[in-house]
């Protein structure tokens, strides 16, 4: 439920920075192979000659053309093709649009702990004028604008009340899916273009093969790498927009439910009122 206490909202924004933080600290891990592994050799090559542990370690030492880390991601980066710049594009304004989404959430004053309850009570208590005085000590909050502008233009009549909520309601939800659709598209196209940069890399290495005299494990490890970055790149871009998305559609969609739920009480002693003045009583 949309309950904006200081600590729910920190609690969802560290979730949600902790998820982009392990993706890409795990995607060197992810992307690379162990650099202590020794390169491919020829089976002929293993049988002819046995090397030692002892004298296989210090060849590996001594040979500066090992790489002794991990590659980063800026290596990574560049071994994944072209592909990997609409993912770098994409995350960066999937990224904005969230932070300024959890921001504008956080800062804007929607709706409080217990105000359906509150005006409920309010208005089991004196009525109509009950819950305008409610209302109003809450007018700071966008529930309590939404429900006294439905008031002002009902005058007294049930219909002209719920027509009022329905168009004031649909503006401010309006303003709160700002940037919602952006998340969406991103976290749907993202794994398309990881995708087609894996064909693109398995191509590259299919091309290797037939320009090839021999084949081995070296003429293909180039388009497969590749191929296998811009997927977990697709993905790793895709899930946390995902993630963005699914939270702040649940904010959205709280508070429409939440203006539901108290403009409809409103509705009934609105139709109470009514017929009160129908029976005289």
Known sequence: MIKFLPRTAIRTLSMTLVLFALSYLLAPSLFSQDSTNPPVQNIEQQEKKEVPPANENQSNEGNPSRPSKNPGLVDLFLVGGWSM??????????????????????????????????????????GLDGGKQFLESKKEEKISVILTNGMDVSSGDPELFAKGIEREAAEVITVLEKGLSILASVSTIAPLVGFLGTVSGMINAFDAIANADQVNAKVVAGGIKEALITTAAGLIVAIPAMAFYQILSGKVNSFAADVEEAANRIYKEFLKKQAQKITGN
Do not use: M
């Open 85 to 126: 710049w609409p993912l770098l594009l994409a995350s960066i304004i999937a990224l904005g649009v969230a932070l300024e989404r959890f921001y504008f959430f956080f800062t804007s004053k929607l709706i409080s702990k217990g105000y359906n309850q509150d005006l409920v009570d309010a208005i089991d208590e004196s």
